[in-house]
Each structure stands twice: as structure tokens, then as C-alpha cells.
Antibody
């Protein structure tokens, strides 16, 4: 089955770190750019970061630059998001997304990160 | 950043009736390759978003033909010819022509 499964969310305090993971199955992971998109509770969607197939190019929304790092392990068919210096406003469901061209055609079910003291 | 503005923000529709959502971008979504990188997604309750339309007007695989979309430059429209109960949720437009890729605020569609 073609799917993306996220994990690693949880409750952390402001200033702490956390790493999200996403495991892909059913398709050739190394053929695709990969993306993280987040959605704050009751709010809209926000693109967070992209990574090229070989990891050589990474792009971030300004609000996470310098704090978040996207990475991947093609051998493990896995995508990661290392999040440091977390803030209340980072609270969201984080979705792992596969783009086809630039359309986001495959989404995981998401993992919830809550940043609160 | 390109701002995506959707109207209306909510819509209550009688089953079988049409619905239309507008999406306007603050800048043209036409890239140098001639393509227009405008997409539509539907997020059903309790689910992740799903791709409906890619590059302005192309239905994604499996999307019913009651969904259609059009537009150019900065003005885009998603239409549902006859709304069904399964169409409820929040519809988002999104641009991928310039980083950061940005979404509209969402339009919540419910059934009367």
C-alpha cells in the first residue's frame, strides 16, 4: 500500500527539541522531493519545509529557519524534521507529504506536536 | 510572500445544488515555464487534505467530474456542479510558484 506514516509528536515545553519521523511505503521514496506541512489546531495549512531527492537542497518557511532541519534517509525510506527551540506557535499537526510535480498527492495522517509549559 | 485569498469562507449548500469558491492571489501564479502552479485541496473532517485539482484545472486521479476549476493569472475558481454529502469539508487553494508556498484560509462547505 502506498502510504506515509508519521510519528514522534508529543507534548514538549517551550525551548525544547523534538524529532518527527515519516516512513514511506509502496513507492520509490528516493524518486521524490518530500515535504512537511503543518496545521495548527482549528487553523489552516502551512508549508514548512522541502527536501530534494538526494538531500542536497532544503527549503524552509521563514518562521522555522535556523530552528528546524529537514533530512531524509533514502535507504530507510524515511523523512525527518528536527525541531529545536520550540515555541508555542509551533503547536500543530505535522503532515509528511509527497509531491507529484508540485501538487501534494500523498499525505500522511499527521502527528500532533503540542508546545506548552 | 504570495497571499491567497478565498471567498467565501463558509458555504452552506443544498444537496444537488452547485457551489463555487473563489481564490485570488496577490501575484501572478504563472511561472517562466508557462505553467500556472495553482492547486485545490479538500480536507474532509478528521482527515488529511487530499488533492483535487492540479495546475488550475486538471482533476487529480479519482476526483469526480462534478468538480471543475478554472482561472488564470491571479483569479481562480473551483466549482462543484451538484454538491453531495461527501463533499463536506474545508477547501483550500494553494500556490507553488514562489517560496514560501502558501495556502488560502480555507472555505468550509457544509450541507443544508
Amino acid at each position: 500500500e502506498v502510504q506515509l506514516v508519521e510519528s514522534g509528536g508529543g507534548l514538549v515545553q517551550p525551548g525544547e527539541s523534538l524529532r518527527l519521523s515519516c516512513v514511506a511505503s509502496g513507492f520509490t521514496f528516493s524518486d521524490y522531493w518530500m515535504i512537511w506541512v503543518r496545521q495548527a489546531p482549528g487553523k489552516g495549512l502551512e508549508w514548512v519545509a522541502n527536501i530534494k531527492q538526494d538531500g542536497s537542497m532544503k527549503q524552509y518557511v521563514d518562521s522555522v529557519k535556523g530552528r528546524f532541519t529537514i533530512s531524509r534517509d533514502n535507504a530507510k525510506k524515511s523523512l525527518y524534521l528536527q525541531m529545536n527551540s520550540l515555541r508555542d506557535e509551533d503547536t500543530a499537526v505535522y503532515y509528511c507529504v509527497r509531491p507529484k510535480s508540485r501538487g501534494f498527492d500523498l499525505w500522511g495522517r499527521g502527528t500532533l506536536l503540542t508546545v506548552s509549559s | 510572500d504570495i497571499v491567497m485569498t478565498q471567498t467565501p469562507l463558509s458555504l452552506s449548500v443544498t444537496p444537488g445544488q452547485p457551489a463555487s469558491i473563489s481564490c485570488k492571489s496577490s501575484q501572478s501564479l504563472v511561472e517562466s515555464d508557462g505553467k500556472t502552479y495553482l492547486y485545490w485541496y479538500l480536507q474532509k473532517p478528521g482527515q488529511p487534505p487530499q488533492l483535487l485539482i492540479h495546475e488550475v484545472s486538471n482533476r487529480f486521479s479519482g476526483v469526480p467530474d462534478r468538480f471543475s476549476a478554472s482561472g488564470s493569472g491571479t483569479d481562480f475558481t473551483l466549482k462543484i456542479s451538484r454538491v453531495e454529502a461527501e463533499d463536506v469539508g474545508v477547501y483550500y487553494c494553494m500556490q507553488c510558484v514562489q517560496l514560501p508556498w502558501t495556502f488560502g484560509q480555507g472555505t468550509k462547505v457544509e450541507i443544508k
